[in-house]
């Protein structure tokens, strides 16, 4: 079942921020660890400056972002990571995967990449820099973003990067602007985002795009109440977002779950909330999430199955 559950009695036009407390984990590591950092990798190796890409002039938030998500994971996981330090010496070690890597904290020259693209292929989570007023992408490690990519978005400010806004969510994201000029050094917050896909795929990056709008229109003749299940995904991701203390940047962060929609409607109360939220979805919003060719098909389903 999915760690995070984000639907309620209806849809949400909140931004649905919550604040990250220091008992919450920042990244969370879990059973999938290995393959998702061996596919991160694999996608890093193939296209690097497609998954990876930096502005010059942000090199103290990239350290910042190092310093809070390793000491992180060493809080969190201590026996799966340590880190001792000598001075501005770091030995980092990653029991998960069998690795130690030294370096000169502020020294990009002794880690082989860029501060948050090494630390990126630590975790599962993307990572992603935004800094000035306007809250502008700087940076970024985007290996499974949801239908973008930072070829789309890098340079660009956060109200940009939303456009063209769905104007239900307008006020939503009027207050979301303000949250990312305002946010605070130490109040972090974390937030919830869901999609249904035809794919599991963790990687869908708008390069995907034409195949998985190709399997959509093969699969939608065969998505009825009765099979639609067995056949959609669930994706949720767990957002945060982090004041870096120093530079000022912002840390966001996107960490991908997701789950057969069957699996997580097997809980009665689970299929009750998911069919509450489809159905007020606003049709404007579910076109934007490309469900609206499903929808009927979703909704009978989740009908069927809370009555069971
Ligand atoms: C509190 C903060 C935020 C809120 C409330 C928010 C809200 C939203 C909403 C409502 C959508 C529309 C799609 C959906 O609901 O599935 C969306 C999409 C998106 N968000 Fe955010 N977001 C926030 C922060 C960020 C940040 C910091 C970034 C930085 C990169 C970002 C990048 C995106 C992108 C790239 C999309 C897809 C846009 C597209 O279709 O091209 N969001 N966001």
């Known amino acids: 079942m999915l760690p ?10 909140k931004m649905g921020t919550f604040p990250l407390l220091e008992s919450d984990r920042l990244v969370e590591v879990d059973e999938h660890y290995p393959a998702v950092i061996a596919l ?10 497609y998954y990876y890409q930096a502005q010059s002039g942000y090199e103290t938030a990239q350290w910042e972002v190092v310093k809070l998500i390793v000491e992180n994971l060493v809080q ?4 799966s990571f340590s880190l001792r330090q000598e001075g501005n010496r ?26 948050l693209d090494w630390l990126g292929r630590q975790v599962q989570e993307d990572l992603v820099l935004l800094a000035g007023d306007d809250a502008r992408l700087v940076a970024g490690q985007l290996c499974f973003g949801n239908d973008w990519s930072l070829d789309e ?21 009027r207050a979301a602007q303000q949250l990312m000029t305002r946010l605070p050094v130490g109040r972090p917050v974390w937030r919830l985002n869901w999609s249904v896909k035809v794919s599991d795929q963790l990687d869908m990056t708008s390069r995907h795009k034409p195949s998985l709008d190709q399997l959509l ?10 099979t639609i ?14 004041r ?5 940047a912002v840390l966001f962060s996107i960490r991908t779950y997701q789950s057969l929609l069957a699996h997580e409607a097997s809980d009665p109360e689970r299929a009750s909330r998911m069919a509450s939220v489809f159905s007020t979805t606003p049709p404007a919003m579910i076109a934007y999430k490309s469900m609206t060719d499903f929808l009927p098909a979703l909704l009978a389903y989740l009908g069927k199955t809370c009555r069971k």
């Open 4 to 13: 995070y559950f984000p639907f309620g009695q209806q849809f949400n036009d």
């Open 40 to 49: 991160k990798r694999k996608l890093l190796t193939a296209l690097p400056t």
């Open 76 to 79: 969190f996981y201590p026996t």
């Open 90 to 115: 770091w030995y980092w070690l990653n029991l998960r995967l069998n690795e130690e890597t030294t370096f000169t904290f502020g020294d990009k020259q002794t880690l082989p990449y860029d501060p």
């Open 153 to 173: 978005k890098i340079g660009l400010p956060f109200w940009q990067i939303h456009a063209p806004i769905v104007s239900i969510v307008e006020p939503m994201m």
């Open 217 to 226: 229109r093969e699969k939608l003749p065969y998505l009825t109440s009765e």
């Open 229 to 242: 299940g067995e056949q959609l995904y669930l994706r949720i991701e767990r957002q945060t977002l982090t």
């Open 244 to 248: 870096l203390p120093l530079s000022g």
